[in-house]
């Protein structure tokens, strides 16, 4: 297992844009996904007492996500698809992974299956729909956990696009999903929603055991394709 401690700052790379490697069919991508919204419910529903019987034998394998020199944080993360040789319990962040390999890597590396995959049939049908799927992993957060605001991928083209699930203390009174700084998501417990991480979000939970599924989903014509088959919502 390896859950490398990261220094302030590593997590807020300077985004880099170059137009001329932007081509049409990016920008169709890009138009597509923004005309669906900020925040689209799925046609996915997942039995969530099925997960949490599931995820109860991994109880002492969450890591903490993304650990910092400067200050805590009462969130944990378990990979689903993570680096080859890898496993579930191995740098669930981006940053930290990084940081282990001394370079930056791409969130499509993270091709792997691991055993907590394998373990949540519960989550099949949405994971196996999207496959290749990128780094994919539950973020589990307590009492206090939170995330900064922060974007994710704002240039283009981007590696991916992220789809959510939401799992367990979820509810309106447990956990907050607040994106354009202030406006707070309508979750609803189980649902599937793609959501337009490139737009300023921060989290907070009020709760122990508040649990999400992110997916990163390669960013392609195909992949959009598929997100938009989806909607719970289509006419």
């Not at 700052?9 to 137009?19: H, L, N, Q, T, W």
């Not at 920008?27 to 949490?52: Q, S, Y």
Request: proline letters at 7%.
């Amino acid at each position: 297992m390896s859950n490398t401690i990261v220094p302030p700052g590593v997590s807020g790379r300077e985004p880099k844009f170059d137009a001329r490697v932007v081509n049409l069919e990016t920008v169709v991508n890009e138009l597509a996904l923004l005309n669906l919204g900020d925040f689209e419910p799925l046609k996915f529903k997942i039995n969530t007492r099925k997960f949490m019987d599931e995820i109860k034998q991994f109880d002492n394998d969450w890591v903490e996500y993304l650990p910092r020199t400067d200050r805590p944080n009462n969130r944990q993360g378990l990979v689903l698809s993570n680096l080859p040789g890898k496993t579930h319990t191995d740098n669930p962040s981006l940053p930290q992974a990084s940081l282990e390999a001394g370079h930056r890597l791409s969130e499509n590396d993270f091709t792997s299956r691991t055993a907590v995959y394998d373990a949540c049939t519960s989550l099949h049908d949405i994971l196996d729909y999207f496959q290749p799927i990128g780094r994919t992993f539950l973020i589990k957060s307590n009492v206090g956990g939170y995330f900064v605001p922060h974007r994710d991928h704002p240039v283009m083209p981007r590696e991916s696009f992220r789809v959510a699930v939401f799992l367990n203390n979820c509810a309106p009174l447990q956990y907050d999903w607040l994106i354009d700084t202030d406006r707070k998501l309508p979750i609803e417990e189980g649902r599937a929603y793609y959501i337009n991480t490139r737009k300023t979000h921060r989290t907070i939970s009020w709760t122990n055991d508040s649990i999400h599924l992110i997916m990163n989903i390669p960013f392609n014509n195909i992949n959009v394709a598929k997100c938009i088959a989806k909607l719970q919502h289509p006419h």
